[in-house]
Structure formats: C-alpha cells, structure tokens
C-alpha cells in the first residue's frame, strides 16, 4: 500500500507522517536534529535550520549568507568532505572568510541511530555532486621550497593549504626541498603508484624541476601522464596557478586542487647543445627574459620587479639580432581566433576526463622521441628561415598568463599541440612599446598590429651578433646560445577547474 492510500480512510492522518522516512531522504533532503533539514539544490547544498533565527543558537560555522533567516547555501564545490557516526553527520567545507581567503568550517548535526544508513546513502549522494569526476582523497606528494619567493612557503602551507586538504580527508607526505635540482631528483626518484599528484608549494622553478625529473625517468611517458603536477603559489612567480586554477592565493588554490579535473598538458622539448630538458611553460629571448632574469637581485620588489625591468630597457631601445627557423602551423591572427573557438568548443565528455587512461605501448617508454632532430642537426627543409635583425622580443607560451594581468598568449590551450610565438620588432616607438605593455592587462595586446603571433610545432633561434644575453626557459636561466623546441601534445598531466582551458579570456 502507498503512503497516498493509506491516508484516503483517516482524514486526519498526516500525510508526511505516512510516507517512507527512508524513501523521502535517499533522495534529495535528509532530516537532521530536530528542526532542520539538509537539501542537494542544484548547485548547492541548502541548510535549512530553524535555529537559525534564534540568537546565539546557530549550529553552523561560517554558512554563507542568505536572504532567508533561516536557510543557508554551500556551494558544492566548497564541500570538502561530509561523514557520519551512529549519532551525527558532520560536512566540512571551505568557507570564504575573507576576499581571496578560505578555510575550512563544519557543520554537524544528530542523526537519529535508526536513519544510520538512510544517512549514508544521503552522504555518496553529497560528495557525488561535490566532486563531480573529480577525485576524492587525492594522494598528494607536497613539495616546499622554503628558499623561494619571500621565503614564506612553509608558513603559508601551513596556515592556508594544509587545513584544506587535511579537511577533504587526502593522502599528504611533505618534503622540503633542499637546494636547487631537489625537485628533480625528489621527481625521478617518486613511487608513481603511490601518489595521484605532485604539489609544490613555490614558484614556477619547482613545477619545471619536477617535470624534468618525472622526463628523465625509465617510464617517463608513464610517469607523466599518471602523475597531475601542480602549483601552490608561495613564490615570486604563479603563473601555473593563474593559468589553471585562476587564483593567486593559496588557499583557493589548494581547493582548486582538492577539486581539480586531470587535464592533459602538451610539454616542450629544449634542445641545446648535447642537453635535452621539458618545458612547461615559456621561452624566451630579447626585453622579457631580460626583464625577468635581470632583475633577480630585485626579488623584493615583488611582481613590481618586471614591470621595472621592462621600462628600464625600454627607454634603451635594446635589440636583439637572430636568424629564426620555425615550424608554422597556423601563421594568421583571424585563423588562429577560429582554432581557438573551435577548440573551446571541443570539451571533451564528463565520462572521459577524469582519470587519464595510459597506453599499453607507452607504459615503459622515455621521452617521445624527436621528430625534429636537435638543435644541431640539418634544419628540416619545410621551415621557414629568416633573419631578425632588429628583434626586440621573441616569446614563445605554452600557457596563457604569464604573470597576474599578463596574458601574452590569449590564444593558448593546454592540449593543442602548438606552441604559441610573438614576435615584436626592436625599433618600434617608445610609446608604442608601451602601450603594448598596457594593451597586455587589458586583454588588447593580441589584435595590436605589431604584435607577431603565430601557432607553431616548432622553431630553432640562433642569437647573434651577441657575446652575452639571456634566456629565459619557465622563468629560468639557460645558456646564451641557439636551442630548439619541440611541442608533445598532451605529454604532461595537470589538474585543472574546467578541465579543457586555461582560466584566462581567450580570443
């Protein structure tokens, strides 16, 4: 008999006394104490308490706030973790508690012993819609590097990121790097079967150690693709954490984390004299690497420091003369805008992301051999060749954000299998140098008529005329001479929000 016939011979009966308590909850709300309810919205989780509305009675830390006196909303992807004990039901969740800061908060309700599994059941429903095809209790392998940036990255793991991944129950082993090539070694040397991600909690330096490390292994092609690498920004430089989680804080970051969506990352090939190393990041050559590397003893300054750099040789009009060899894939600004769209209409299916499946014949392969041959080799004959007297800047992006407000490659996306190329010729204004610097935080710079930008597979430069200079690889020094580079589609592996873009306004 159904709970609406079985009230039809006594009008007084109450209908919500007579339906199913078990069958009501499985689905969408679950009662809880004695006055209130919790509810799977559509995109939140509502608490519905009338305690609410009672001074001093609130069962709840840090709710978001509500029009309703007594309804509160968590947003599902705040949910961190949520569990049950024979008399309670506990939901942690990452509350804002300032702008750009978040950190963990709970509620906890009783739950009567007789609905124990009707709890249960209600809780899988929860983290279903909280992680979506993201991965629950993430093992992560944390790297710090108390060296970078202001030195800070040990206290602010501790203060913003561990109390995040702690509450949304991960797996976390925490290793402090010593000096610099740790990563690389700390990367090589890694149980892959014991870890779904690498975190460093750092600048840029340490996710380029840990790439090169997971590269030079036996199972390199294995190692990448199983392994998401990721950034915690504690450094002077976050732009991986800009490009995928869309944050420079690292709080949010670590929940962007907890959250993230494995997404395959296409990785350069540098070549350069006998050496071989991957890139995730940039290259470059002229008034950027300069304007980075030149001002290290500037590390004070903050993110200031390069802008400082970029004027300073500005007013200079410094050139750097080269012969370039490229690669083109898409060499038209209106063509490449329709790659991009086309792309970012691409994304692939929920079913297909989560996890990244590994081919059987790359399992115990190195590095993907060089289609190009290295940067002495014969220059394949369908380059293009060409003399550049007078550049001023030759920028090569794997990711969009360069810096916070520094979106150089607008155009890029994680696994495209280009390489994204500006060049700028040296002799422009002074006013026009500048108001490309300007154009670039407001998201003009790539419709600029002088802005060279190209898709490429890949490209070999040859400075010249030159005894000394800079290069800049991921915001690193290499030596001042010709290297090449060679773009893997999908070789790395990152999480992500959306699993599919880069978190900058694209073209």
Not at 81 to 96: K, N, P
Not at 477 to 502: I, N
Request: hydrophobic share 35%.
């Amino acid at each position: 008999m159904s709970p609406a016939t079985a009230t039809v011979g006594d009008p007084f009966a109450d209908p919500i006394a007579a339906v199913d308590r078990a069958e009501t909850i499985t689905e969408t709300t679950l009662v809880v104490g004695r006055s209130a309810t919790l509810t799977l919205g559509t995109d939140s989780l509502i608490v519905l308490d009338e305690g609410f509305t009672k001074e001093g009675t609130g069962r709840c830390c840090g709710l978001l706030p509500s029009k309703s006196k007594n309804t509160r909303p968590i947003p599902f992807h705040n949910v961190l973790w949520a569990d049950t004990s024979e008399l309670s039901l506990t939901i942690w969740f990452a509350q804002q508690t300032s702008e750009g800061f978040v950190q963990p908060a709970l509620i906890s309700y009783s739950v009567e012993k007789t609905n124990g599994s009707t709890a249960k059941i209600w809780i899988s429903k929860l983290l279903d819609r909280a992680y979506g095809e993201s991965q629950r209790r993430k093992r992560i392998k944390v790297l710090i590097n108390p060296f970078g940036g202001k030195g800070s990255a040990q206290k602010l793991y501790s203060r913003d990121i561990e109390p995040i991944f702690t509450a949304a129950r991960s797996v976390i082993d925490v290793e402090r790097t010593q000096y610099q090539g740790h990563a690389v070694e700390i990367a090589e040397n890694l149980d892959i079967e014991a870890f779904d991600i690498v975190a460093c909690c750092s600048g840029d330096g340490v996710p380029h150690e840990v790439f090169n490390g997971l590269g030079n292994r036996k199972d390199a092609q294995k190692a990448l693709s199983k392994v998401a690498v990721v950034q915690l920004p504690c450094g002077t430089g976050n732009a991986m954490s800009w490009n995928l989680n869309g944050t420079g804080s690292p709080s949010l970051a670590a929940l962007y984390v907890v959250k993230g969506i494995q997404t395959p990352l296409d990785l350069v090939s540098i070549t350069q004299g006998n050496r071989r190393f991957l890139s995730f990041l940039s290259q470059s050559v002229g008034i950027v690497a300069e304007s980075d590397l030149a001002t290290e003893h500037l590390r004070w300054m903050g993110e200031h420091r390069f802008t400082y750099g970029f004027l300073l040789r500005l007013l200079r009009k410094t050139v750097y003369p080269c012969d370039l060899a490229v690669k083109v894939v898409i060499g038209d600004k209106q063509a490449i805008r329709q790659h991009y769209r086309r792309e970012l209409g691409n994304s692939p299916s929920t079913g297909k992301r989560g996890t990244r499946s590994i081919a059987t014949d790359s399992v115990n392969e190195e590095l993907p051999p060089l289609k190009f041959g290295k940067v002495g080799d014969e220059l394949p004959e369908d380059w293009q060749l060409a003399p550049y007297d007078t550049l001023g800047n030759f920028y090569a992006g794997n990711m969009a954000y360069m810096a916070p407000n520094a979106n150089f490659f607008p155009a890029a996306l994680p696994n495209d299998g280009t390489i994204d190329l500006v060049c700028i010729d040296g002799h422009i204004s002074r006013i026009t140098a500048l108001k490309s610097l300007a154009a670039v935080e407001s998201d003009s710079f790539y419709d600029m008529e002088h802005v060279s930008y190209r898709k490429v597979r890949a490209f070999r430069i040859i400075p010249r005329d030159q005894k000394t200079g800079y290069i800049s690889i991921d915001g690193e020094k290499v030596p001042f001479e010709p290297f090449q580079a060679e773009v893997h589609q999908g070789l790395g592996t990152v999480l992500s929000k959306c699993g599919h873009v880069y978190e900058a306004p694209g073209v």
